[in-house]
């Protein structure tokens, strides 16, 4: 191989990364939270990190290297009465769940997606604490995608019955985990 050809052959791969820089179409993690409290996304295709808030559901700005745990020793603090709720992305969008790996699945609908997991209604009572699957459309401003469907594990955390016999059970669940639903 010649320097002249193996010159050219480095920068047409050189031209190529640059060019393919920001051509991820980045499909994120549900946020994380760092060491030091504040909230992360990472993209689970080409790893990218940005910081996450919750407040605007919004991803703010690219971190540069990951969030580095610090150990830091708690003082004593007397912790407040009242906390405010997180805020909560309204939806009315069609979700299928069921007890994970087991029966058939329900179908039900999502009233809303918030940091600490979603509210959903449907006609299966589900026990508190057992894990279940769901698959639902999850909001672009969380996942980063457009029609992102997702398998979704979550813990039901409490369950009452609705004064609206139509809506079904209402079902609050703590997201743990989810994975993107890649139609072929």
């Not at 050189?14 to 060491?35: I, N, Q, T, Y």
């Not at 969030?67 to 939806?91: D, F, G, Q, S, Y």
């Not at 594990?153 to 079904?168: C, N, V, Y």
């Amino acid at each position: 191989m010649s320097f002249l050809q193996f010159t050219k052959e480095t920068m047409t791969q050189k031209l190529l990364d640059v060019f393919m820089l920001g051509r991820c179409a980045h499909e994120f993690s549900w946020p994380r939270r760092a060491a030091d409290g504040s909230y992360y996304q990472v993209c689970l295709l080409c790893a990218a990190e940005y910081k996450y808030d919750w407040k605007t559901m919004r991803r703010i700005e690219r971190l540069e290297a990951a969030p580095e745990p610090a150990i830091k020793r708690r003082a004593h603090t007397k912790k407040p009465t009242w906390v405010p709720r997180a805020r909560r992305l309204k939806l009315d969008t069609p979700v299928r769940y069921r007890v994970k790996n087991l029966g058939n699945w329900s179908e039900g609908i999502l009233e809303n997606i918030s940091q600490s997991g979603v509210l959903l209604h449907g006609p299966e009572q589900l026990p508190v604490n057992s894990l279940v699957e769901m698959v639902f459309e999850m909001p672009e401003e969380i996942s980063g995608q457009k029609n992102s469907n997702v398998l979704c594990q979550a813990r039901i955390i409490r369950s009452k019955e609705t004064r609206d016999t139509e809506a079904g059970l209402g079902l609050a669940a703590a997201i743990l985990d989810y994975k993107f639903i890649h139609q072929s």
